[in-house]
């Protein structure tokens, strides 16, 4: 029973990045039905802005994660304008193709500027283990701090797409943008904005990844980017709890394969789960099925 | 220009410098380099100077044929120096026999990368000039049976790694046939970052010790995690931990009760460790570690042959073959990590030592010889 516990909150800790990641491809998509796969350099370039602002700049956690956050939302807003904007009306195949060029741009740009090789995260936080149930459930303060701050940020999402005037827009926009368009909504800055508030969240994750492990690299957000991508599908893609729920879900059942299977399936899984899900379900699991009207 | 007129005779360097595995072709690119300007600025070899023409192969297996099949038939090298891994290795070790031209690689442990794994066969034209892992699982086995007296055993590997796996295997058969049991065997994929889900797995079995033959970047975090799940018990490792990333990534506290085998030891009192020490820390501001010396002494190693070789320069063909038979003939070659003498399987027979990482600090433990 304690190993599951702990397996638990192996699995919490892992899909809590996942679900910051989810959430910003969820949004995108939900607005203009673009699969941005230059979201998970976004999370990379994060973890990068907050080594620079550690190392040079001497910075603790908080601060170097909100210049992160921020300078991913510059970032995002400016993907957005140089590549995805012009091709807006384009082909949904166009658009994907940009993205994964934007991916590759991305990675080998922080090649170049970083080097290729991994980097050692510096510690911002002293190490504490907490044992709970005699010893046998150790959890360090980490990945309370990788919670809570996920948990805040949801929140805080929440709040805005619910709430403000710009998540406002932001729903009427991925209802129908035309019609959001003729009731003077600027569509325009509307996914602009979009762009910006999902890249934050994911800067926020390579920060805290890079926090967690310890370990940053060029790479690093081709894996989580992808898993995140499953995630988002798992729960829904375009539904912000979806994006939460498929995060946490897909953490959680990675880490209960390699602990009571073997790691070697856990990738395998991801992926059967993801073509199961676009079988038997295909707006995931808490996506309505919408009919087409003819 | 014809091979003959060429004023210098060029090398080819097929390296690990970016990607996964970085930090040691790029350790011993520095080596190699130090050794070639020192053995240039004396005259070179027989009046030519040696040139190097370096390839990045992105430690990459495929990128490492490649990269192998255009130093020897674009650049046309005499020899190629590298790869850095086993599994890069046995990738460019088709082109050196299919191209027949010599290569070495200063760090590729593995058994098959220079025995043909199928019929037995020593690769004619591959080399290495570091001990491999039936010697390197054996030190580790029998340093866990005898000094740390443990009898339960569980073992991490890289199942996309030769080197991983290759040495898991030795370790596995020395401990088990020594009276030892391995109560958890776990393998994990190229890239894993988390791996406190079958660290918690294994930390159930109880084992008294943990063996991970796995490269340094994993080692820092498999480190770091165990001890996060409150697991003391000694980690064990090869040549691949030696590496200073791997204290940063665990952290000082935690790399600590960790064990592992190295080619060289920086606190080994010999003159000629310590006068390498002195010339790589003056020309690249930092501390060699153990690749470093491996690449510095593949280049007095390559001269040392090439000298041997009795070059005529009339066909480069001719010439790469009179070069393999020099290097097939090296005897006592007196290098920084150690003497080499290059066997019938195209082996170097030379000794090992153990490392300690205590709080962060490498102490020399003990010296095994084969």
Known sequence: MTTFIQQLINGITLGSVYALIALGYTMVYGIIKLINFAHGDVFMVGAYIAFLCVTYLKLGLLPALIISMIFCALLGMLIEKFAYKPLRNSPRISALITAIGVSLFLENLMQLLMGADSRVFPRLVNEKNYHLFHGKVVVNNKQIYLLIITILLMLLLNFIVKNTKIGKAMRAVSQDMDAARLMGINVDTTISYTFAIGSALAA?????VGLYY??????????????????AVFGGIGIIPGAMLGGFSLGVIETLVSGYGSSMYKDAVAFALLILILILKPSGLLGKNIKEKV | MSFAASKTIKIGVNLELSQAVAQYGQKELQGIKLAIDEINQKGG??????ELVVVDNKSDKTEA???ATRLAVRDKVLAILGPATSGATKSAASAAMKYKVPIISPSATDDTVTVDERTGKTKAYVFR?????????NVMANFALKTLKV????????????????LSKNFKQTFTKGGGKIVAEEAFARGEQDFSSILTKIKNKKPDVIFAPVYYDEAGLIIKQARELGMSIPILGGDGFDDPKVVAKAGKKYADNVFFSAHYSSQDTDSKVQEFIKKFKKKYNTEPNAFAALGYDLGYFIADALKRANLKFDSIAKDRERLKTAIENTKNFVGVTGIVNINKNHNAEKSAVIIELKNGVQMFKQKLNP
């Open chain 2, 45 to 50: 070899v027989g009046g030519k100077k040696i």
């Open chain 2, 65 to 67: 044929l490649n990269v």
């Open chain 2, 151 to 166: 009898k339960k055993a569980a073992i991490i590997y890289d199942a996309s790694s030769d080197y991983s796996k290759g």
């Open chain 1, 204 to 208: 926020a994750g390579g920060v805290l």
């Open chain 2, 129 to 137: 000039t570091c001990f491999n892992d039936s010697f390197q699982g």
């Open chain 1, 214 to 231: 310890n370990t940053i690299n060029p790479l690093m957000g081709v894996l989580p980017g992808l898993k995140a991508f499953i995630a």
